[in-house]
């Protein structure tokens, strides 16, 4: 299944690097996800994009930008991190709200990243 | 205010055992949409189930069962004659439909460990 695919899958960054993070899917679906899966934490949403529109920003700090250039890309530029923000990035992407409610969200593989 | 808990955090289990996935749920929602996924150990969230809030039919998939019981805010998991291939960790999450963004709260995970 490679409904989702994400690159690259492991980055290793010194904190005053500069990096991007791509996701991009192939389901038709027009909202993309960005969550962070920390060791001790549960998953965390960051950011959501509907029809390319940021529609939910859950309070990360400005060192993660993201971007959604159209329904089947993703990025998140990545500049000055921290080594507590070491961890799997996962991408999501899923339809709309349908009748039926929340769609169900299809997740890549994520990307392991390692500030040092 | 939502909430997901997953009670276990690791269960072991010889492989043919059955295994069962506790998740209870804290939501003030009337509608609301619960989810399993899975995730191995190449980081992808693989989707399993999706139950909405007004469906209270248990459902099975294979050597998958959910039991959806509204009365304790419960939706556990049971793995039928258990395989290798079933290790991993496994998530519960929840959603409704105001969430903004589409939100999946996920509970801590559980990690499956089916020894041969």
């Known amino acids: 299944e490679t409904g989702v695919t994400q690159t690259p899958r492991h980055l290793v960054m010194g904190m005053t690097n500069k990096k991007s993070l791509k996701c991009e899917q192939h389901l038709g679906h027009n909202a993309m996800y960005w969550y962070k899966q920390s060791a001790k934490k549960p998953l965390e949403l960051m950011f959501v994009y509907s029809l390319e529109e940021r529609v939910e920003n859950n309070s990360v700090p400005s060192r993660f930008s993201p971007e959604c250039p159209n329904s089947s890309h993703l990025f998140l530029h990545l500049h000055t991190l921290q080594p507590e923000d070491s961890a799997l990035y996962l991408c999501?992407?899923?339809?709309?709200?349908?009748?039926?409610?929340?769609?169900?969200?299809?997740f890549g593989p994520g990307t392991r990243l390692t500030v040092l | 205010a939502q909430k997901v808990t997953q009670a276990q955090t690791e269960i072991s289990v010889v492989e043919k055992e059955d295994v069962t996935l506790d998740c209870v749920y804290e939501?003030?929602?009337?509608?609301?949409?619960l989810f399993w996924y899975k995730q191995p150990p190449s980081g992808e969230l693989v989707f399993l189930i999706r139950?909405?809030?007004?469906?209270?039919q248990n459902e099975i998939s294979g050597r998958y069962s959910w039991n959806f019981q509204k009365s304790t805010s419960s939706f556990n998991f049971t793995i039928t004659a258990s395989q290798v291939v079933d290790s991993a960790v496994y998530f519960c999450a929840l959603t409704h439909d105001k969430a903004a963004g589409n939100k999946l709260t996920f509970g801590g995970g559980t990690r499956v460990l089916v020894k041969p």
């Open positions: 939501t003030r929602d009337t509608t609301y949409y």
């Open positions: 139950r909405n809030s007004f469906d209270e």
């Open positions: 999501a992407s899923s339809h709309l709200n349908s009748p039926l409610g929340p769609d169900t969200q299809y």
